[in-house]
């Protein structure tokens, strides 16, 4: 079995301003000030990032773009269409790219919907959380459920291709409360819906509650009821789980963003705190941008926009592979298990075979039903 990793290149872009701060986020953000000039400033140092990387990876087949963050909706859409021109041309391409923007639902941001379009973005997606303002106001957010549904009803007239994220497994949240929430946002018609789990990070507003005793999220049982919702109503839906968080109406529907990554393919990322992944003379590198924004606009202006880069070790690269593969209907092809020296016949991975949490099938490692709800303990059997 030959590797399929994509040859092409994915560009992430990184915008870190935030209208709020919501307290389970540990991603790379600020409080958006409203300070033009900083921004025209970042902007001007994504475009100088962009062109180092393209020069430096030279014209690779460019596979997808993606604008995330913090809230790239707050970008201005001149801006927007600025990035995505330097992405088209240093990396040419033959067909359409998927282009997708991250948005917040609020009036406002719905507002410059239509001229994200007209700048370039093809896909959006959209932060929604919930759609329940009791819920909304418990997780931070800064726009109410009738807001969210007029905001849908805005992206479904300026884009073809929607995507909505929603955040499930919060204190106190039932199967037939979650249940509902699936039922209406299928009946909203996107083709794409991300449920997340809620996830308590110890540096963030919520980890620190956590340590307090005041947020008690569900129990083990619960939260495993509520997954198991989610894959019944929205398989039930004609939704395909595809990656343990997303689920898509078909081979269209999915992000091949997020594909492009989970296989394994090169991704440029540019802005502050952003990640990226490049091959060159068959070694793959790990990069991480500098953090701070004006660390990082003093980092591109002198040529070091980065806070650490690493030469990934076969085997390293093999690992993360398989950690981002499994996560995916597809799995991994056999190649990265020679690689990490996994024999299917024997053990590890012939035990969790057997014991039904993997499945290799047309040479490809898999993780089942059963298997993916427990992949953290999967992997950790199979990288011991």
Known sequence: ????????????????????????????????????EEKAVLVQAILTDLEAQGARLGPRPLTSIFFGGGTPSLMLSEDVASVIAAAQRLFPHSGPVEITLEANPTDAEAA????????????????????????????????????????????SRAFARLSIDLIYAL??????????????????????????QLTIEPTTAFGRAFQRGTLVPPDEDTAADLYDATQSKLEAAGFE????????????????????????????????????????????????????????????????????????????????????????????????????????AQSPLQGLAEDGFVTLKDGRLAATEKGRPVLDAVLKTLLV
């Open 1 to 36: 079995m030959t590797d399929d990793r994509p040859d092409g290149v994915a560009v992430y872009i990184h915008w870190p301003y935030c209208a709020r701060i919501c307290p389970y986020c540990d991603f790379n953000v600020v409080k958006d000030r409203g300070w033009r």
């Open 112 to 155: 410059h919907f239509a001229a994200l379009a007209d700048a370039g973005v093809n896909r959006l997606s959209l932060g929604i959380q919930s759609l329940d303002d009791r819920e909304l106001t418990f997780l931070g957010r800064n726009h109410s459920a009738d807001e969210a549904r007029r905001a849908i009803a805005v992206a």
């Open 171 to 196: 204190p106190g949240q039932t199967v037939q409360d979650w249940g509902a929430a699936l039922d209406e946002a299928v009946a909203l018609g996107f083709e794409h819906i991300s449920p997340y």
């Open 241 to 344: 789980a595809y990656e343990v968080s997303n689920h898509a109406r078909g081979l269209v529907a999915r992000s091949t963003h997020n594909l492009h990554v989970w296989r394994g393919g090169d991704y440029v990322g540019v802005g502050p705190g952003a990640h990226g992944r490049l091959t060159e003379g068959g070694v793959r590198t790990a990069t991480v941008a500098r953090h701070r924004i004006a660390d990082y606009v003093a980092g591109v202006a002198s040529g070091e926009p980065w806070s650490g880069s690493e030469r990934l070790t076969a085997q390293e690269a093999a690992e993360e592979r398989l950690l981002l593969g499994l996560r995916t209907s597809e799995g991994v092809p056999q190649v990265v298990l020679r690689a990490l020296d996994l024999d299917p």
